[in-house]
T-cell receptor
Framework: AQKITQTQPGMFVQEKEAVTLDCTYD???????LFWYKQPSSGEMIFLIY??????QNATEGRYSLNFQKARKSANLVISASQLGDSAMYFC????????????FGQGTRLTINP | DTAVSQTPKYLVTQMGNDKSIKCEQN?????MYWYKQDSKKFLKIMFS???????INETVPNRFSPKSPDKAHLNLHINSLELGDSAVYFC???????????FGPGTRLTVT
């Protein structure tokens, strides 16, 4: 079975600071993908970044980067130079070879950026 | 152009009623999903269809019946609604061989 754990229910960060959101995972699949989604207060799910288990380099997308440590089974999201608009729920998710492409989500972290 | 759309956005109904939520995607994807987000914001897969064939059914009560008339549409019908069915239901789509899933805006279902 696949499992995602996000241990930070809430985080408060000053604007312009970098923030790291933690995510650990567990799977027996030899190949898997890791995702981060953002859910603002308006409710939609916004895809941020993807990391494949065999990717050699950490994924980056603009201000978002994924700190992938395979041996530790962690896939932390790093947001550089945080902005007020980054305030939202953030979900880590994974998809394995088994399970026909379904996403398994963590509990989420509510990030609040303070001015 | 909306990639994944759901109707309605809000649904308020009484216990025991039957209701449907519709989902459409214009991305040309071959796989569609229903997820449920509960009051604690936890998201969980319910169903998935690939080319109109059910491939995931995650121990959802049989009061929930998905239907996929074609690759671009996936509907969710719920019979005999219960208070515990109150949640936000998200439709999503992807290519089976792809990785990113595109989510619809969600349907907030409230059962009173």
């Amino acid at each position: 079975a696949q499992k995602i754990t996000q241990t930070q229910p809430g985080m408060f960060v000053q604007e312009k600071e970098a923030v790291t959101l933690d995510c650990t995972y567990d799977t027996s699949d030899p190949s898997y993908g890791l995702f981060w989604y953002k859910q603002p207060s308006s409710g939609e799910m916004i895809f941020l970044i993807y990391q494949g288990s065999y990717d050699q380099q950490n994924a980056t997308e603009g201000r978002y980067s994924l700190n992938f440590q395979k041996a530790r089974k962690s896939a932390n999201l790093v947001i550089s130079a945080s902005q007020l608009g980054d305030s939202a729920m953030y979900f880590c998710a994974m998809r394995g070879v088994q399970g026909a492409q379904k996403l398994v989500f963590g509990q989420g972290t509510r990030l609040t950026i303070n001015p | 152009d909306t990639a994944v759309s759901q109707t309605p956005k809000y649904l308020v109904t009484q216990m025991g009623n039957d209701k449907s939520i519709k989902c459409e995607q214009n991305l040309g994807h071959d796989t569609m999903y229903w997820y449920k987000q509960d009051s604690k914001k936890f998201l969980k897969i319910m169903f998935s269809y690939n080319n109109k064939e059910l491939i995931i059914n995650e121990t959802v009560p049989n009061r929930f019946s998905p239907k996929s008339p074609d690759k671009a549409h996936l509907n969710l019908h719920i019979n005999s609604l219960e208070l515990g069915d109150s949640a936000v239901y998200f439709c999503a789509s992807s290519q089976y061989s792809g990785y990113e899933q595109y989510f619809g805006p969600g349907t907030r279902l409230t059962v009173t």
